[in-house]
């Protein structure tokens, strides 16, 4: 099993910058491509950016394209959301996913395991 704990979350101004941080435990040697996805209230969890085991590969959605980047540390099993000039509509609940393949992935479904979330909200 893997667990997944994201961290990092909070309340910031419109224009400021958070980093999410998602540490791996357990049979981690399992798992490859590691994603992030969020949650608005009232709204369906959408894809924001995904990585693969090496880093060489990712993916953003374009709501955050140059603004938000996704990295990732093995030595430390800890993925991280680097999310700049913030927007009121970027608050939700951010959730850290991982999966057994190594494919870059948009989809929810394709991803084997998930973290609590964190939440961020932006105030304008």
């Known amino acids: 099993q893997v667990t997944l704990v994201e961290s990092g979350g909070g309340l910031v101004q419109a224009g400021g910058s958070l980093r999410l941080s998602c540490a791996a435990s357990?049979?981690?040697?399992?798992?490859?491509?590691k994603g992030w996805f969020r949650q608005a209230p009232g709204k369906e969890r959408e894809f924001v950016a995904a990585?693969?085991?090496?880093?060489?590969?990712?993916y953003s959605a374009d709501s955050v394209k140059g603004r938000f980047t996704i990295s990732r540390d093995n030595a430390k099993n800890t993925v991280y959301l680097q999310m700049n000039t913030l927007k009121p509509e970027d608050t939700a609940v951010y959730y850290c996913?991982?999966?057994?393949?190594?494919?870059?992935?948009?989809?929810?479904?394709?991803?084997?395991?998930w973290g609590q979330g964190t939440q961020v909200t932006v105030s304008s």
């Open positions: 357990g049979r981690t040697f399992s798992i490859y491509a």
């Open positions: 996913a991982a999966s057994r393949k190594n494919v870059v992935d948009i989809k929810a479904d394709e991803y084997d395991y």
């Open positions: 990585i693969s085991w090496s880093g060489r590969t990712t």
